[in-house]
């Protein structure tokens, strides 16, 4: 099904944070906390750094977790993009997301394209050097809550797992069938069914479904949750315990971003790791108050308390057992992958921000920081809508009022104004007070009172003929309300409630016309519209 795509400005959408658009503005304020700007020509200076400080023991390493995870079972192109990592001349372009069911919101969808379509521009630009784009799954999330549910076609679909609370990639898929996919509409493609039938955790099956999905342009999946991974940890995990460095890092970085007229994204906390306790709960590490010698490892209702030397004892001997929080995770990222650029949405560009000083405290490259595409999806059906109703497809994204008016005009609807009517009303109550004053001051009052009651009559009187006007056009406002919450849903973008089946199911073709249509540097909103 044949698209057509325009865009605008993100920062006439109306939907995105100051620090985005002011970064996309480039805006002198944030400068310091980013270190290249997303351009192809600074790619060749971003390359260098990366590759003077990644290791060829950090390529194997990264190179043999990945053949171990697909075993034998990645699509063809996934597994030569796997044996590119292997060569010093390639390097990864990431995008991370949390295992939201079925993908969950489309913007999911979007990062993926956005880093598969750079990977493409920057290979044109660099022929000499490969890039791979990467799915960094969130396996070690244990926010269940977040991503147990998705919308489609005005539904919600939801799974209860058991055993929450740990990181969500190890959950097994227990009543995942009963509870949702047996209850999907049988349009859904059985891709999406089988990644979830035929695995045996949420990791496992996100990560099948991004292999029928992007697999054959490559995408290459990471789960980090791995032992053999862990180990790059180990000098990251020995400084924090000792020093505490990233908390000191970020808290500086917020007070400048405060300074600057920004919000800081995310919080910050004395030591940013999480512990992977026996029963397998993903709980913080905290100072214990009774010393900084002792750390305490709160387990639900109980507390375990271990020394800095146990610690750095744990965290050479089992690095597996720690997790980086969402401070950490970043630098843990950049340790493992010969990256380049990280694409986010808008909430992770701000937390990005945050973390400049943290990779330099940890002496790991600061990637490129790039917003996402994003965009409007907008059917056949709906876009003979907007015609019929006057309207272009960028206009939609204008307030309601404004575009209230617009129609009303288009269907010729009068514009109802007594204000010269007003203004006359006025002037011949000033002329009857300049008589009273003149004649009988004390009936001032009474002539402005009355003068008063007359103007409110007027207000009203044009309130009514305003409705009257209304009606007669209603039911091209009742649709235009209509449209306007179809594609923006509780007034917010599509792209952040709309799960990616809700236009695959009738346009296969989707992806693909995003591909072609998304230009992850130009920074722009994209409008897809069928024809």
Same mark, same amino acid.
């Given at each position: 099904m044949p698209t057509r795509c325009t865009t605008l400005p993100y920062a006439e959408t109306g939907a995105f944070s100051g620090l985005l658009t002011d970064y996309i503005a480039q805006k002198p304020a944030l400068a310091p906390f980013y270190n290249r700007w997303p351009a192809l020509e600074n790619f060749a200076a971003q390359i260098e750094e990366k590759k003077a400080a990644y290791t060829p023991e950090a390529r194997q390493r990264l190179v043999t977790a990945l053949r171990e995870q697909y075993d034998g079972n990645a699509p063809a192109a996934v597994a030569a993009n796997i044996e590119l990592l292997a060569q010093e001349t390639t390097f990864t372009v990431t995008t991370g997301h949390q295992l939201n069911l079925l993908t969950g919101p489309l913007y999911f969808i979007y990062k993926i394209v956005s880093?598969?379509?750079?990977?493409?521009?920057?290979?044109?630009?660099?022929?000499?050097?490969?890039?791979?784009?990467?799915?960094?799954?969130?396996?070690? /999330?244990?926010?269940? &809550?977040?991503i147990n549910h998705f919308s489609l076609f005005g539904k919600t679909y939801a799974w209860d797992a058991a055993g929450t609370g740990g990181p969500v990639g190890r959950l097994a898929l227990d009543g995942i069938d009963e509870q949702l996919l047996s209850q999907l509409p049988p349009e859904v493609p059985t891709a999406f069914h089988e990644a979830y039938s035929t695995s045996i955790n949420l990791a496992e099956a996100t990560r099948k479904l991004a292999d029928a999905l992007f697999g054959e342009f490559g995408l290459v999946t990471l789960d980090a949750d791995r032992p053999a991974l862990k180990q790059a940890l180990v000098p990251l995990l020995t400084k924090e315990i000792q020093e505490q460095v990233s908390n000191a890092a970020v808290q500086a970085t917020n007070a400048q971003l405060t300074a600057a007229g920004y919000k800081p994204q995310v919080y910050s906390r004395p030591i940013?790791?999480?512990?992977?306790?026996?029963?397998?709960?993903?709980?913080?590490?905290?100072? /214990?108050?009774?010393? &900084?010698?002792?750390?305490e490892v709160t387990i639900r209702n109980t507390a375990k308390c271990h020394s800095q030397a146990e610690l750095l004892e744990l965290a050479q001997t089992h690095p597996e057992q720690f997790s980086p929080n969402v401070v950490l995770r970043p630098v843990y990222q950049e340790i493992l992958l010969p990256n380049l650029v990280y694409i986010g949405g808008g909430a992770e560009v701000a937390y990005w921000f945050q973390l400049k000083d943290v990779f330099a405290a940890f002496g790991v490259p600061y990637p490129i920081v790039l917003p996402r595409n994003s965009a409007e999806y907008i059917s056949r059906v709906n876009a003979g809508k907007l015609k019929k109703l006057g309207l272009t497809s960028l206009e939609v994204f204008r307030p309601m009022p404004e575009l209230k008016k617009q129609v009303g005009a288009t269907l010729g609807q009068e514009e109802i104004s007594l204000k010269e009517q007003q203004q006359a009303l006025a002037a011949a109550f000033q002329q009857v007070q300049d008589v009273a004053q003149r004649l009988d001051p004390t009936l001032v009052k009474t002539v402005a009172a009355e003068a008063q009651k007359a103007a409110a009559g007027l207000a009203g009187l044009e309130k009514r003929l305003s409705k009257a006007a209304e009606t007669k056009h209603e039911t091209a406002y009742t649709q235009l309300a209509a449209l306007k919450e179809k594609l923006f849903p509780g007034g917010g973008l599509q792209e952040r409630s709309e799960n990616v089946l809700s236009i695959l199911i009738n346009n296969p073709g989707f992806i693909e016309q995003l591909l072609e249509a998304f230009e992850p540097l130009a920074l722009e909103f994209a409008v897809l519209e069928e024809e």
């Open positions: 880093a598969i379509k750079l990977s493409r521009e920057l290979k044109a630009k660099y022929p000499q050097y490969d890039f791979v784009p990467v799915y960094w799954m969130a396996t070690e /999330d244990h926010d269940f &809550a977040e940013n790791l999480f512990f992977i306790t026996d029963e397998g709960k993903r709980e913080r590490l905290e100072p /214990d108050a009774n010393g &900084a010698d002792c750390v």
